[in-house]
């Protein structure tokens, strides 16, 4: 298969699980052309079947706004001529799907040929590109609703062959939403690397993040308003009252100096670890606890990733995350909006040595749920499918 897939580069679940796949498909032989502003950052492989494109802009003065979304869709014609893409799929709607939507209605035009940049070489017309769609969270919870995008991005949904969502949740949010029938989006959930995610008993960073009885307290995120930063400080000086730790903020984002600016008025900034933008691994695997608090995490990767290294999990019983984390058993829910109850059910878990190493373990137990071969298996055969290879590679 010949697939492009289009993500952003940035530090965040929707271009960590793109970029994975990529790099998987990739392993298996597919030609794989992925599209974005920027290379990615976990695109790290190469493989002579992996290629990174880079969409350009064009700062000419008229244009107040760039138009990213026509740059990408020439981009994505391009790459049906040039290479043959037989399969666009886009990662977060806004605007990958719309962009890709609109390649495809210009490649529908077969009077092109010969008279476009990229002439089909036989002449021929060929088989519309095929159009999947990879929802993610704020695509659909947040951004997608806003007056401003919601006609084009619930058009461009419509438009697509396959839509899939990491969570059952999110797949019912977009029905409720933007009028998709309900089971037509597949529900895939995201995967980790079990192996770069993984318990580590040395702790590599404990002794630089805290002295000698201090707990480790985790959050990583891009600090947007819908990681509800106020809620973290606030669970973490719930358990402060009772235990001695710290707060370690992995990442980089909008909300990060309202973290800084309530852990000083709460007589907490000593306690607080600003890494910025790292690699986790480390520091998860150095961690006592994760907190996610998030208004509506559609799935939470950074959790999975957290429960990997064998991190317990407190965040919301809302949203997609209980499909990932287990109340009581690899780490605790409480309901939305309940801070307090979080940070005092994380020092009840602390203080209760055997059932705080049972979550760790379970934690590690539940993330191997979420391997990646099954669930690339499970891409793979929904992209198959959408050009007739389905079960030729089945019976392969
Ligand atoms: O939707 C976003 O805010 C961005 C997106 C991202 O690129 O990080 O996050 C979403 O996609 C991740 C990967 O599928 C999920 O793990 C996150 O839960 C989801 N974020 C939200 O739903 C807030």
């Not at 609109?102 to 490649?107: D, F």
Request: with cysteine; proline share 7%; net charge negative.
């Amino acid at each position: 298969m010949r697939l492009a897939i289009v993500c952003y580069p940035t530090y965040g679940g929707s271009g960590v699980v793109a970029s994975e796949l990529a790099i998987h498909l990739a392993e298996r032989g597919h030609d794989v052309h992925v599209v974005s502003y920027e290379q990615p950052f976990r695109l790290d492989r190469s493989l002579p079947n992996l290629t990174f494109h880079g969409v350009q802009g064009s700062d000419y003065p008229l244009f107040r706004y760039p138009h990213y979304t026509l740059n990408l869709s020439n981009k994505l014609i391009e790459l049906v001529e040039d290479h043959g893409v037989e399969v666009i799929h886009s990662h977060y709607a806004i605007p990958h799907a719309v962009a890709a939507w609109q390649a495809r209605e210009v490649l529908k035009d077969c009077s092109r040929t010969g008279t476009n940049r990229f002439p089909r070489k036989d002449g021929s017309c060929r088989a519309p590109v095929k159009l999947a769609c990879t929802l993610h969270g704020t695509d659909i919870t947040l951004v997608g609703r806003e007056r401003a995008y919601y006609e084009m991005t619930r058009f461009a949904i419509k438009q697509q062959d396959l839509i899939t969502a990491p969570s059952a949740w999110l797949a019912a949010e977009t029905d409720r939403y933007f009028d998709t029938r309900p089971g037509e989006i597949r529900a895939i959930p995201n995967f980790v690397d079990l192996v770069r995610f993984s318990p580590d008993a040395a702790q590599p960073w404990r002794a630089t993040l805290a002295p000698e009885g201090y707990r480790v307290i985790t959050h990583v995120s891009n600090f947007r308003p819908v990681k509800r930063i106020e809620e973290v400080v606030g669970a973490f000086a719930a358990l402060r009252r009772r235990m001695s730790a710290v707060l370690v903020l992995v990442g980089d984002g909008p909300e990060l100096p309202k973290a800084e600016h309530l852990a000083r008025e709460l007589g907490l900034r000593d306690d607080l670890r600003l890494l910025g933008q790292q690699r986790p691994e480390p520091i998860l695997q150095s961690s006592d606890l994760f907190l996610l608090p998030s208004r509506s995490e559609s799935f939470g990767l950074s959790a999975l990733e957290a429960m990997a290294c064998g991190v317990p999990v407190l965040g919301y019983s809302s949203g997609g995350l209980p499909e990932v984390v287990e109340d009581g058993i690899s780490g605790v829910l409480c309901p939305e909006g309940s801070d307090i109850c979080l940070g005092t059910l994380a020092a009840n878990l602390l203080d209760d040595q055997p059932r705080y190493l049972a979550m760790r373990a379970a934690a590690r137990l539940r993330a191997e749920q979420f391997a990646p071969k099954p669930i690339v298996d499970r891409y793979e055969r929904e992209l198959l499918a959408l050009i007739g290879e389905g079960e030729r590679q089945a019976t392969a």
